[in-house]
Every structure is written in structure tokens, then in C-alpha cells.
């Protein structure tokens, strides 16, 4: 029997999320995203937004950002970690996808950049810094705009996150657990949506590099948008990680 439409109504829409598959993550971890999910949805239906509505944000990545955003602001600070202002090796990005975001993080982050369109950038400082990243002050230029992964990634030892930008794998630097949530919750409603609306992620990197660039927002989406396997490439990664 196919399943019903999850745009048709709230109900089909709870539905799909209880039914969503999504493999190769450990189930715990899976189970408790989809409560999030959930939690999410009950509360969207309980302000009466319609199943457009919210499978709208959901395509956008909103319950994703909103749990994290919470769970981090929770989340007590501890005396050992080595991050301050300044220091940005944990700004120089990884591997070829320039980390994942999702659409309402990439339009914000080309919102605060555009209007510095073709200022200096971090690249004037490393190769494979963030373009968001003042190249002189190696400060954030939109730290209050800046994606989940940026509030998500500390470490106890600067040098060991120098020591990361050559591939060493030192302890010292990871990602909190909210971030971990955040993918999984974004991949749950890639799955309860398919077929009736995109999920997708975009490039943190390119969004950054196409609004300093000048081009316009959808032609930076354009761009940067992710395959559809990058998402899950990355939340195998984080979860053997945590
Ligand atoms: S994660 Fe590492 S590079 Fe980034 S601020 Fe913290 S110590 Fe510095
Ligand atoms: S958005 Fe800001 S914090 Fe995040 S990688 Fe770029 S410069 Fe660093």
C-alpha cells in the first residue's frame, strides 16, 4: 500500500515522519531525533500551521536549527575548552563539500555577507578558510548569523585543531551532541518528505564565497547545493564520532 501524501494533511504528515527511514545511523540516535521531529510538528499543529506549512520548514531545515539553537544555548560552557576570538583554524574547512548547512542557514549567512560583497576574505589568509572569515582579525564577520556546525565545533587544544588543518587526528577538537541531533533530524525529513518536497544542504563555504562574490541569493543556492548523499555521508561520520 503507498503512503499518503504528507502535504494532504497534519495526520499524513505525522505519519510519514513516525514511518521515515533512515539507515546507518545508530537507532538511538535516530529515535531520538525523530522525537524532536515530532515534538516540533505537534507543537507547528497546536499553532495551527497547516502540513504545507510546516513541511515547508521542514524542507528548510527550521526544526533542525531550532532544536540546536536550543539544546546549545543549554548546553554550560566548560573551563577547559582553548577557543577564543582570533583563533580560527577550525575555520579552515575540510574535505570538499565546505560543511553542511541547511537553506534557512545559507540564506541568513548570505543575508549578513552580501552587503560586504568584495571586501578581503579568509582565503587571503589560508587557502581553505571561510570567505565569512575577516582574513587580518581572523575574527567571524557573521558570528551572530553563524551556521549550527560553527556553535557546535570546540576543542580543548588549539594546536591539536592547527595540527587537524595538515590530517592529523589529535584529540581535543569535536562537535557537541546537539549537532549530531541536527543531521539527523534534517535526514529524517529528507525521508518523511520524499517524493513531496526537497531537504536540501548547502555548502558553507560556497554561500559564503558567492555573497562576497556579488552574485545574488539563488544564484548562490544554485551553486552550493549539496548532492543529496553529502547530508548522509556526513551524519555516518559525526555519529562514529560521538
Ligand atoms: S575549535 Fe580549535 S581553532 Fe576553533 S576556536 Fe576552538 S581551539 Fe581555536
Ligand atoms: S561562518 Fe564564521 S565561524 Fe563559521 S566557519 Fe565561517 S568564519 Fe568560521
Redesign the pocket.
Known amino acids: 500500500m503507498s503512503r499518503a501524501d504528507p502535504l494532504n494533511g497534519t495526520d499524513a504528515l505525522r505519519k510519514s515522519i513516525l514511518s521515515a527511514r533512515v539507515a546507518g545511523s545508530p537507532p538511538d540516535l535516530v529515535e531520538r531525533a525523530r522525537r524532536i521531529l515530532v515534538a516540533y510538528v505537534d507543537a507547528a499543529i497546536g499553532q495551527g500551521r497547516s502540513a504545507r506549512q510546516i513541511a515547508g520548514e521542514m524542507s528548510s531545515g527550521v526544526p533542525a536549527l531550532t532544536a540546536a539553537r536550543v539544546a546549545l544555548d543549554a548546553t554550560e560552557p566548560t573551563n577547559d575548552l582553548d577557543c577564543k576570538s582570533g583563533c580560527?583554524f577550525?575555520?579552515i574547512?575540510a574535505g570538499e563539500d565546505g560543511?553542511v548547512i541547511t537553506s534557512a542557514e545559507a540564506r541568513v549567512?548570505h543575508t549578513a555577507l552580501y552587503p560586504i560583497a568584495g571586501d578581503p576574505d579568509?582565503r587571503d589568509w589560508h587557502p581553505r578558510?571561510?570567505?565569512?572569515?575577516d582574513p587580518e582579525t581572523r575574527t567571524?564577520?557573521?558570528?551572530a548569523a553563524?551556521?549550527v556546525?560553527?556553535r557546535s565545533y570546540v576543542s580543548t587544544d588549539a594546536g591539536a585543531c592547527e595540527a587537524a588543518v595538515g590530517g592529523s587526528t589529535e584529540e581535543g577538537p569535536g562537535v557537541l551532541g546537539p549537532h549530531v541531533d541536527y543531521l539527523l533530524v534534517q535526514a529524517l525529513s529528507r525521508a518523511a518528505l520524499k517524493g513531496s518536497a526537497k531537504v536540501s544542504t548547502f555548502s558553507?563555504a560556497q554561500i559564503?564565497a558567492g555573497a562576497l562574490a556579488g552574485n545574488d541569493l539563488e544564484e548562490t543556492l544554485a551553486t552550493a547545493r549539496h548532492r543529496p548523499r553529502t547530508l548522509d555521508d556526513e551524519r555516518k561520520r559525526i555519529a562514529k564520532h560521538r
Do not use: E, F, V
Open positions: 580560527a577550525c575555520c574547512l560543511a549567512l579568509g578558510a571561510c570567505p565569512a572569515l567571524c564577520r557573521t558570528y553563524r551556521p556546525i560553527c558553507l559564503a
